[in-house]
């Protein structure tokens, strides 16, 4: 399985157990949240076998729901951010992601990215705003809406921003 970590902070965002589709000339991944359960999350990213699930946790009568995507990766939302405030976010991201790409990630990246932050911006009253476990402070965010009136959230996340690793 692949799981893809945030190439600034290295914490763990998304794994190819969610499908995403390609947006915005391949900048954003458009990746579907859902509404779960709790403990029924099953999916493995194989980071932690040993914390959780004891035997005799039986079945939680106070059963908690969970963003899947949220709960799998342990993302941490943030206060929502104003246009100014992220705009100085994503400059700042800009800056610092553009150290780690190669020539021809950069090139595509310089190309893109206007369109990609327009498109965000477009939405920024319905963005929820999430970084990686670590909290790291130049870490990639990760944005979340419900589109289209959906019940369940739909993820984006920045693509030259995450490294593949096999696990
Ligand atoms: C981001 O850039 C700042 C300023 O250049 C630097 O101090 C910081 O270490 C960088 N962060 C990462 C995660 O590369």
Redesign the pocket.
């Known amino acids: 399985m692949l799981v893809y970590q945030d190439l600034?902070?290295g914490d763990e965002l998304l794994s190819d157990s969610f499908p995403y589709r390609e947006i915005e000339n391949g900048m954003l991944w458009e990746v579907d949240g859902k509404w779960v359960v709790q403990g029924a999350v099953d999916v493995d990213i194989g980071a932690n076998p040993s914390a959780e699930g004891g035997e005799d946790e039986g079945v939680d009568d106070q059963a908690v729901k969970v963003v899947d995507i949220v709960d799998t990766f342990r993302l941490q939302e943030q206060p929502p951010f104003d246009k100014k405030q992220f705009l100085t976010q994503i400059k700042?991201f800009i800056?610092?992601l553009s150290?780690?790409l190669d020539d021809e990630q950069k090139e595509k990246f310089r190309k893109n990215i206007e369109g990609a932050t327009k498109f965000l911006l477009s939405k920024i009253k319905d963005l929820q705003f999430f970084v990686g476990e670590s909290m790291?402070?130049?870490?990639c965010l990760v944005f979340a809406y419900y589109k289209d009136g959906s019940a369940d959230p739909t993820f984006l996340y920045f693509a030259l921003a995450l490294k593949e690793v096999k696990c």
């Open positions: 600034l902070s700042k800056k610092n150290e780690k790291h402070d130049d870490g």
